[in-house]
């Protein structure tokens, strides 16, 4: 019996200690913390939670931690503790956001946009930071589909339309939607007529579309000048006229398109060679 009090005794003593120890460490972590220290604050937290006993803490500790551990690219500290502290209640939107940063420093894109989405559904503020900010991270993993979705929520929320329209319009081309990606240029042309991103890359579809009506023309005048060449006809035939009239009809078509490129990017070297080369012509 003695020998068993004895016994009960130590265990008790020892559990008292770890759990002091356990104190003492979260003390010294509070303090790494401050200073920034975010690795030997991680260290001794994690320590001291391993160790806590009966000592009961107050759940904001897991948000700090998860903080420290973010701050020290420890993405499976952050998430462990981030998610301890979404389970209590505690700054539940902050932690999501913060989950879906380190993932994102991880290039877990997919996880990244889950979690951000989740920061969002639960946020009560900077809901139009955290639509960007989530769009980016689907941008970057080629999740183009929630990309736009994405940006397109932060354009309607006049956070950074400018940037945000531009790649929702970069994402849509990646999905092949070059319509729409075209549609998206000119609405954010019209908001944002500054925006060389924007306008550059407009421009930059007008010469496609120009250069398309020029190919057209030179397609039709060519055939027209072989069939002279052949004897079939003759540059006074008004069959031959009627010909080279049709394709004066697309490179009148080229330069009108190709003139909203040069008001769109005025050092566009490929509209204006474009331009000469129709004007030769016409």
């Known amino acids: 019996m003695k020998r068993a009090l004895l016994l009960f005794i130590s265990l008790f003593l020892t559990a008292v ?3 002091q120890e356990a104190v003492d460490k979260i003390n010294q972590a509070q303090e790494a913390l401050k200073a920034q220290d975010y690795v030997k604050a991680y260290q001794l937290f994690d320590e001291a939670m391993n160790n806590l006993g009966d000592v009961q803490v107050d759940a904001l500790i897991n948000f700090n931690i998860g903080f420290a551990a973010y701050r020290s690219e420890n993405i499976e500290g952050a998430v462990k503790y981030f998610d301890k502290a979404i389970e209590a209640g505690i700054n539940v939107s902050k932690s999501h956001e913060y ?3 380190a993932y994102n420093d991880k290039e877990d894109y997919t996880n990244a ?3 951000f989405e989740q920061a969002i559904a639960t946020a009560e ?3 139009e930071t955290l639509y960007y900010n989530a769009g980016i991270a689907a941008y970057r993993g080629k999740l183009f589909e929630k990309a736009v979705e994405l940006f397109g929520k932060s354009a309607e929320l006049n956070y950074r339309g400018e940037t945000a329209l531009y790649y929702k319009a970069v994402s849509l081309r990646g999905l092949g939607k070059n319509e729409e990606y075209k549609e998206t240029l000119i609405e954010g042309a019209e908001k944002f007529p500054n925006e060389k991103n924007i306008t550059s890359a407009l421009a930059n579809v007008y010469v496609m579309e120009g250069n398309e009506l020029y190919k057209k023309g030179a397609t039709i005048l060519s055939s027209a000048n072989q069939k002279v060449n ?3 006809m003759t540059t006074a035939d008004d069959a031959y006229n009627a ?6 009809v697309e490179f009148r078509a080229a330069v009108e398109i190709l003139e909203k490129a040069k ?3 005025e ?3 490929n509209a204006q060679k474009l331009i000469d080369a129709c004007s030769a012509v016409l």
Do not use: R
Request: no cysteine; proline share 0%.
């Open 230 to 232: 052949d004897g079939a």
């Open 263 to 265: 008001l769109l990017d």
């Open 267 to 269: 050092s566009n070297a």
């Open 125 to 127: 503020t900077n809901i």
């Open 113 to 115: 946009v889950a979690s």
């Open 99 to 101: 989950k879906a940063m």
């Open 243 to 248: 010909e080279v009239e049709k394709a004066k």
């Open 17 to 19: 200690l770890f759990a």
